[in-house]
């Protein structure tokens, strides 16, 4: 029997990050059809592997084990176990909660009369679901049910460090390790080395079932140099990507967790669908935000109820887990809702800011008299102005489809 130096060196018991339990090493794996956790790749049998002593068909081979993004490094050989689970909230009735994230008590309320109001978890709209209110006069604080369930701690594949749940109300922004899309309020899973997951990208999990594709789409950590191109945005992505090699196709996070249904104020809150592109279009779409021209076989939000398209971008923007009216990037910037009959200028692309959101920023002018006021349509058009005073690391930037026929003109 002949093995690599290496391999003889295999830890015994590890944790990875795409599986809840331990894995340890087994030789021979055994006979059966395995499949790899990691790589979704068949092992066989007749060679060394981790499998779980608690789930019977799970196993992972030792290479894509021990990868530096998937084992934290530590050997548990000996170490006893704790089985760590942290309750998110204290139950105090049948309807009455303690959570975390609020310093008053959450009741259950069912379903209705809030459809509006933005969840303190995810910042999406409660809609239909289920959720906990606080009833604390001139408190608006609310969880849908399924947020104020979330797992304190968790593992993830997007990370090799346990994941925390962390209620992020930055005075700066932090960016998703996995979307690179900026984000102030809200629910995130954080590392102790403050790397941080939203909750959409933290949710993925893998083989991932996704309406754009026949096949299931898998995750890959692509390698120094290895470029992929998203079909949904064309952006290109140098670092983790959801998708199907043998169909070359490939999504970003951003748009792997794009919500499949949306509702804006401005259509009577019909559902928005996310429709996956027209192969067979014919004709001219135009956007119904920003006046633009649509390309009908890239993605875009249509409304049955009223016939129209939409940009991606103009109906979820770029300014995310967000709410109205808080402070971002230092006291003096604000997000404000766009909703009054005048839509101001973008002081950047000079645009009327067509979205749903605008940035409010605020500083002294030259002469240092007087505190200037400026608006800016997206969190892009604040970045490229140089108006903000710090940038956010690794955020992927998008252009507003808004902004495509001012840009020459401002350059000239």
């Known amino acids: 029997m002949i093995f690599h130096q290496k391999c003889a060196r295999l830890p015994q018991v590890i944790n990875v990050n795409h599986h809840d339990h331990r894995v340890s090493f087994k030789y021979p794996l055994g006979p059966g059809e395995w499949r790899c956790g990691v790589c979704w790749e068949e092992i066989d049998w007749s060679y060394g592997a981790y499998s779980c002593s608690v789930c019977p068909r799970y196993a992972i081979h030792s290479l894509c084990a021990t990868r ?3 084992w934290d490094g530590k050997e548990l050989n000996r170490v006893p ?16 909660i303690t959570h975390f994230a609020h310093e008053h008590n959450l009741t259950s309320l069912g379903q209705g009369g809030e459809e509006s109001s933005l969840c303190g978890g995810c910042v999406c709209p409660i809609g239909s679901c289920t959720f906990y209110k ?8 609310i969880l849908h049910e399924t947020c104020a369930n979330l797992r304190k701690k968790k593992r993830h594949f997007l990370s090799p460090q346990p994941l925390t749940l962390c209620l992020e109300s930055y005075l700066l922004p932090y960016s998703c390790e996995a ?6 309020h809200g629910f995130s899973y954080s590392t102790y080395l403050r790397k941080s997951l939203d909750i959409f990208c933290s949710s993925i999990t893998v083989p991932l079932i996704h309406g754009s594709h026949d096949h299931h789409l898998l995750y890959l950590k692509q390698r120094f140099g290895d470029v992929k191109t998203c079909q949904s945005c064309g952006m290109d992505e140098t670092e983790v990507v959801i998708g199907c090699m043998k169909c070359d196709y490939f999504l970003d996070f951003r748009c792997a967790t794009l919500p499949l249904t949306v ?3 401005r259509y009577d809150d019909h559902p928005l669908t996310l429709c996956y592109g027209e192969e067979k279009a014919s004709g001219k779409y135009w956007c119904d935000i920003c006046e633009r021209e649509t390309n009908p076989k890239t993605w875009f939000y249509t409304c049955k109820d009223c ?3 939409l940009h991606v971008f103009c109906v979820v923007g770029d300014i995310i887990y967000a709410k109205e009216g808080k402070h971002i ?22 645009c009327r800011c067509p979205g749903s959101f605008i940035l409010r920023a605020e500083k002294w002018g030259y002469s240092e008299k007087r505190r200037e006021v400026k608006f800016f349509c997206s969190y892009y058009c604040f970045i490229i102005s140089g108006y903000a005073e710090r ?3 690794k955020i992927k930037l998008r252009s507003p489809p808004w902004t495509i026929g001012n840009q020459i003109q401002l350059m000239e």
């Open 307 to 309: 016939g129209i398209t």
């Open 81 to 96: 176990e704790k089985v760590e689970y942290i309750e998110p909230f204290k139950r105090n009735d049948d309807n009455t």
């Open 391 to 393: 940038e956010v690391s």
């Open 263 to 265: 509702t804006l104020p």
């Open 134 to 141: 606080c009833l604390e006069s001139k408190c608006s604080f």
């Open 179 to 184: 979307c690179h899309q900026v984000f102030f």
């Open 68 to 70: 530096r993004d998937v």
């Open 329 to 350: 990037i230092y006291d003096d910037n604000s997000l404000l809702s766009n909703n009054s009959s005048s839509r101001p200028l973008c002081h950047n692309c000079h």
